[in-house]
């Protein structure tokens, strides 16, 4: 624990990555830690569920395809995906409250240039810019909770996963409000409104500061853009690719996307193995059951946000309201969502990780069915409801886990490359439902879609990593 000069923060206290901590009155509590930096990630959630909910007004206002709008959703996931290892790296230099900062100020910009855009071009763009600042902001706070110890740290990581799942879950409520109200421009500017939190970060200051710095991280030599330019183009491609009938994308176009997101493939590959040190470690993506957390992540998340893209439209048609009717209606999942993420910590306690994960993808595409074979709004609410809790219990199991597959050094950048795969499915979600939407039925869609989450589910039962490379726990595990 380092020390502090000048007057003592009452709430959160200096923490080194990759500290381990015991008890004891100087043993940070992981409730008020969860509490305090939990709010930090409110931005990210209420910005994907508020937009959902006006993405009919969107499309009609624009005169655009309702399936074009999936891209407000899509392209948020997309750059907070890509932010994410970004991040990661740069707490390596930086320390994660200059990354808070960064990120925050970015997610305001970009939010405010969406709600202003008079295009779906632009107003996408605006998406993407914010998306990374809320990207960057998540990975911040990571930081921090993965410095706990175990039961610390898994307590923390629910009330987050509790807080997001809730903010994303009544983010419906607020979008359908804001957009009846003040209209669907406002929904979007809604981040704007973070930036506040930003005198909140600043009491705490000493907290993030000595977190993550490159001496504790393995990521703190020469950056490597063209890695990270690579990982970039592989993700957008593919995002890319998923919606360009419900877009109209030209062939030629589509073949030039698909040539760059083959090239990338390769291009990964080859800096991987010639660089085992750059953007993306090869010890890292190497460590037993490291890509299996994320893919199972990424199934789970493509579950959720292919609901979350549906299901305001499917109930306004089965009840014939608006928006604020259909927000109104989603709202039972946010009491699931904080059920979930209250129940993370006592089931990893009785359950490995991957066990609760295969339980939690189960849910997502259990939800997802519900939603794509029964008809009304009820069952919409309920397999919305699943698959909230499955969002919100699989990040905080997964992120936890992340600390036990690889070196203390390597940690930063572990939680970055983890969140990346996790948030990338995010963006594949809503980008598939709207791709099959216009081939398919969009029931046919979502029934598709949920062969990601039974894959999820097939791979967290069949995996069985080992232990971190300086973890014990996770031998019991």
Same mark, same amino acid.
């Given at each position: 624990?380092?020390?502090?000069?000048?007057?003592?923060?009452?709430?959160?206290?200096?923490?080194?990555?990759?500290?381990?901590?015991?008890?004891?009155?100087?043993?940070?509590?992981?409730?008020?830690?969860?509490?305090?930096?939990?709010?930090?990630?409110?931005?990210?959630?209420?910005?994907?569920?508020?937009?959902?909910?006006?993405?009919?007004?969107?499309?009609?206002? =624009?005169?655009?395809?309702?399936?074009?709008?999936?891209?407000?959703?899509?392209?948020?996931?997309? &750059?907070?995906?890509?932010?994410?290892?970004?991040?990661?790296? /740069?707490?390596?230099?930086?320390?994660?409250?200059?990354?808070?900062?960064?990120?925050?100020?970015?997610?305001?910009?970009?939010?405010?240039?969406?709600?202003? #855009?008079?295009?779906?071009?632009?107003?996408?763009?605006?998406?993407?810019?914010?998306?990374?600042?809320?990207?960057? &902001?998540?990975?911040?706070?990571?930081?921090?909770?993965?410095?706990?110890?175990?039961?610390?740290?898994?307590?923390? =990581?629910?009330?987050?996963?509790?807080?997001?799942?809730?903010?994303?879950?009544?983010? &419906?409520?607020?979008? #359908?409000?804001?957009?009846?109200?003040?209209?669907?421009?406002?929904? $979007?500017?809604?981040?704007?409104?973070?930036?506040?939190?930003?005198?909140?970060?600043?009491?705490?200051?000493?907290?993030?500061?000595?977190?993550?710095?490159?001496?504790?991280?393995?990521?703190? %030599?020469?950056?490597?853009?063209?890695?990270?330019?690579?990982?970039?183009?592989?993700? #957008?491609? $593919?995002?890319?690719?998923?919606?360009?009938?419900?877009?109209?994308?030209?062939?030629?176009?589509?073949?030039?996307?698909?040539?760059?997101?083959?090239?990338?493939?390769?291009?990964?590959?080859?800096?991987?193995?010639?660089?085992?040190?750059?953007?993306?470690?090869?010890?890292?993506?190497?460590?037993?059951?490291?890509?299996?957390?994320?893919?199972?992540?990424?199934?789970?998340?493509?579950?959720?946000?292919?609901?979350?893209?549906?299901?305001?439209?499917?109930?306004?048609?089965?009840?014939?309201? %608006?928006?604020?009717?259909?927000?109104?209606?989603?709202?039972?999942?946010?009491?699931?969502?904080? /059920?979930?993420?209250?129940?993370?910590?006592? =089931?990893?306690?009785?359950?490995?990780?991957?066990?609760?994960?295969?339980?939690?993808?189960?849910?997502?595409?259990?939800?997802?069915?519900?939603?794509?074979?029964?008809?009304?709004?009820?069952?919409?609410?309920?397999?919305?409801?699943?698959?909230?809790?499955?969002?919100?219990?699989?990040?905080?199991?997964?992120?936890?886990?992340?600390?036990? /597959?690889?070196?203390?050094?390597?940690?930063?950048?572990?939680?970055?490359?983890?969140?990346?795969?996790?948030?990338?499915?995010?963006?594949?979600?809503?980008?598939?439902?709207?791709?099959?939407?216009?081939?398919?039925?969009?029931?046919?869609?979502?029934?598709?879609?949920?062969?990601?989450?039974?894959?999820?589910?097939?791979?967290?039962?069949?995996?069985?990593?080992?232990?971190?490379?300086?973890?014990?726990?996770?031998?019991?595990?």
């Amino acid at each position: 624990m380092s020390q502090h000069t000048g007057e003592e923060m009452p709430m959160l206290q200096t923490i080194p990555s990759g500290t381990t901590l015991s008890g004891g009155s100087n043993a940070p509590n992981g409730r008020r830690l969860g509490l305090a930096l939990g709010m930090l990630v409110l931005p990210q959630y209420v910005a994907l569920g508020a937009p959902s909910v006006a993405l009919p007004t969107i499309g009609r206002a =624009l005169a655009v395809p309702f399936g074009a709008t999936a891209w407000i959703l899509a392209a948020w996931s997309l &750059t907070s995906a890509l932010a994410m290892p970004v991040a990661g790296r /740069l707490i390596a230099r930086w320390s994660p409250f200059r990354v808070l900062v960064a990120g925050v100020v970015v997610l305001a910009a970009g939010s405010a240039l969406a709600g202003a #855009g008079p295009t779906l071009p632009v107003v996408i763009v605006g998406r993407l810019i914010g998306g990374a600042g809320a990207g960057a &902001t998540v990975i911040a706070v990571f930081a921090e909770v993965t410095a706990l110890p175990g039961r610390e740290r898994t307590r923390a =990581l629910g009330i987050i996963a509790a807080a997001s799942a809730t903010a994303s879950a009544c983010g &419906t409520l607020v979008g #359908g409000a804001v957009t009846t109200w003040l209209g669907w421009r406002a929904v $979007l500017a809604l981040p704007v409104l973070t930036l506040p939190l930003l005198l909140v970060a600043s009491a705490g200051r000493r907290t993030f500061t000595r977190i993550g710095s490159g001496e504790q991280d393995g990521a703190a %030599g020469r950056f490597d853009f063209v890695g990270a330019a690579v990982l970039s183009v592989f993700a #957008g491609s $593919l995002i890319t690719l998923l919606q360009a009938h419900s877009v109209g994308l030209p062939a030629p176009v589509t073949l030039v996307v698909a040539a760059a997101g083959a090239l990338a493939v390769v291009g990964l590959w080859w800096l991987v193995r010639r660089r085992p040190d750059g953007f993306v470690p090869l010890r890292v993506i190497a460590a037993r059951g490291f890509v299996s957390a994320g893919l199972v992540g990424g199934t789970v998340f493509a579950g959720y946000y292919g609901v979350l893209f549906l299901a305001p439209s499917l109930i306004e048609q089965a009840t014939g309201g %608006g928006a604020l009717e259909a927000g109104a209606l989603l709202v039972p999942a946010a009491a699931c969502s904080v /059920l979930a993420g209250r129940l993370v910590g006592a =089931l990893t306690a009785r359950f490995t990780g991957w066990q609760v994960s295969a339980g939690l993808a189960a849910l997502t595409a259990v939800g997802v069915l519900v939603v794509a074979i029964f008809n009304g709004p009820i069952p919409v609410v309920v397999g919305a409801a699943l698959t909230v809790c499955g969002f919100a219990g699989a990040q905080a199991t997964l992120v936890g886990l992340a600390p036990e /597959l690889v070196a203390t050094r390597d940690r930063d950048t572990a939680q970055g490359l983890l969140n990346f795969m996790i948030f990338l499915g995010g963006g594949i979600g809503p980008a598939a439902v709207a791709g099959l939407s216009g081939i398919v039925s969009a029931p046919a869609a979502l029934g598709l879609l949920a062969a990601l989450p039974l894959a999820g589910l097939v791979l967290s039962l069949t995996r069985r990593p080992g232990a971190g490379p300086d973890d014990t726990r996770g031998r019991q595990r």
